[in-house]
Nanobody, 123 residues
Framework: QVQLVESGGGLVQAGDSLRLSCAAS????????MAWFRQAPGKEREFVAH????????YYVNSVRGRFTISRDNAKNTVYLQMNSLKPEDTAIYYC????????????????WGQGTQVTVSS
């Protein structure tokens, strides 16, 4: 079993930056594909980004490409999401997820989830 705990969310203004962290425990995530999803009120869970086990490949949803960066430190069993130039439409609960199969942008592909961290961007 893998336990995931997100942190780093908060209330910021448009144009600001935040860095989210996802700390894993229970098992090393060095062989896991890791991803970030988000869910805004009244909306479905949305894929944000994923990263392969080695960190050599990343993929982003179009709306965040160029502003967000996903990265990982397997030695620290932690995944990050650097979010720059934040917009009000980025407001959501952000979730970290893990799975051992081919990277995917579908939330049902992921086996382990954190509890989420709230990001609120004011205009």
């Amino acid at each position: 079993q893998v336990q995931l705990v997100e942190s780093g969310g908060g209330l910021v203004q448009a144009g600001d930056s935040l860095r989210l962290s996802c700390a894993a425990s229970g098992r090393t995530i060095s062989t896991y594909t890791m991803a970030w999803f988000r869910q805004a009120p009244g909306k479905e869970r949305e894929f944000v980004a994923h990263i392969t086990w080695s960190g050599s490949s990343t993929y982003y949803v179009n709306s965040v490409r160029g502003r967000f960066t996903i990265s990982r430190d397997n030695a620290k069993n932690t995944v990050y999401l650097q979010m720059n130039s934040l917009k009000p439409e980025d407001t959501a609960i952000y979730y970290c997820a893990a799975q051992t199969r081919t990277p995917a942008a579908i939330w049902t592909s992921y086996d382990y989830w954190g509890q989420g961290t709230q990001v609120t961007v004011s205009s």
